[in-house]
């Protein structure tokens, strides 16, 4: 059995997508790195891309719909380099973050009370403003800025192609 290239593409993207958010539950979950609002919401781009994909893989669906939604996940891939490139200038203090980016205002504990509080109720999310993770110098923002680049790029470059969705 062979997949037809209008499969093919939407397949890949639904694959990348899954091992993308399966990542980042892995580097949360099980190595403790916790996301910041910023990183929870570049989650989301993949998750439409992923869900899009998904439908696009659809048997029966014409294969100019697998087109059209396989270039909504190059377009869902580019608002999530723009939140990725935020995140990174955030982290490198270009510009402020959001205000969910900051740790709560009062810093460290001061009294008893206050300590017991704290640990009763820790902080639920990581700052944005602070690399949590990052590998050859590049934070997981960074990386994510360059895959969603080439994922974006990609994606609508595979769905302006004709070619790739004619059936043979």
Excluded at 22 to 40: D, K, N, Q, R, T
Excluded at 84 to 98: D, L, M, R
Aim: charged residues 10%.
């Amino acid at each position: 059995m062979t997949l037809s290239s209008d499969r093919l593409v939407p397949l890949a993207i639904f694959a990348v997508c899954a091992a993308s958010l399966g990542s980042a539950m892995v580097l949360e979950h099980v190595f403790g790195v916790m996301p910041c609002i910023l990183c929870l919401w570049q989650r989301v781009p993949y998750a439409v891309a992923g869900a899009l994909a998904a439908v696009a893989l659809v048997p029966g669906l014409p294969a100019q719909a697998r087109r059209w939604l396989v270039a909504l996940c190059g377009v869902a891939f580019l608002v999530n380099l723009g939140i990725a490139s935020y995140h990174v200038g955030v982290e490198q203090q270009w510009w402020a973050g959001t205000a969910q980016c900051s740790a709560p205002a009062g810093g460290a504990p001061q009294t008893l009370a206050e300590l017991q509080a704290a640990l009763e109720n820790p902080p639920t999310l990581a700052r944005c403003d602070e690399v949590g993770w990052s590998l050859f110098g590049i934070s997981l923002p960074g990386y994510n800025v360059i895959l969603s680049l080439l994922l974006g790029a990609g994606s609508l470059l595979a769905a302006a192609r004709p070619e790739l969705w004619r059936r043979r």
